[in-house]
């Protein structure tokens, strides 16, 4: 008799082992995804538009994202690349991909 309560609170038990082990399989994922960013990519483009940490470059094909040629907005956080810029002027720079952001971190 005391067997068989043993053997029922073992059995018991499993599912909350696999419950958790599933739950830490969907944690590595997550983390997986973030770092597939950090890759610099360049760029050539002409600045068509200037916002307090963002501009509008309207730029040449990327062949490291596979974009062709478009106008988008790029994140600026730094203050003395963003003093390095002027409306209309064309630059080459180059940016990271930031979840949803591309942010310039260098402009020439
Ligand atoms: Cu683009």
Redesign the pocket.
């Known amino acids: 008799m005391k067997r068989a309560i043993v053997l029922f609170a073992v059995l018991a038990a499993m599912p909350v082992v696999f419950a958790q082990s599933g739950g830490m399989k969907g944690m590595d994922m997550k983390m997986d995804k973030k770092e597939a960013h950090g890759t610099v990519h360049k760029a050539t483009g002409v600045v068509t538009k200037m916002e307090k940490d963002k501009v509008t470059i309207k730029?040449e094909p990327?062949q490291s994202?596979n974009?062709p040629s478009?106008?988008?907005a790029f994140t600026v956080k730094d203050k003395a690349l963003m003093s390095k810029i002027k409306n209309g002027q064309k630059i080459d720079f180059e940016f990271v991909q930031a979840g949803r952001n591309?942010v310039v971190t260098a402009v020439k």
Do not use: E, F, L, T
Request: charged share 0%; hydrophobic share 60%; net charge neutral.
């Open positions: 730029h990327v994202m974009w478009m106008s988008m591309y």
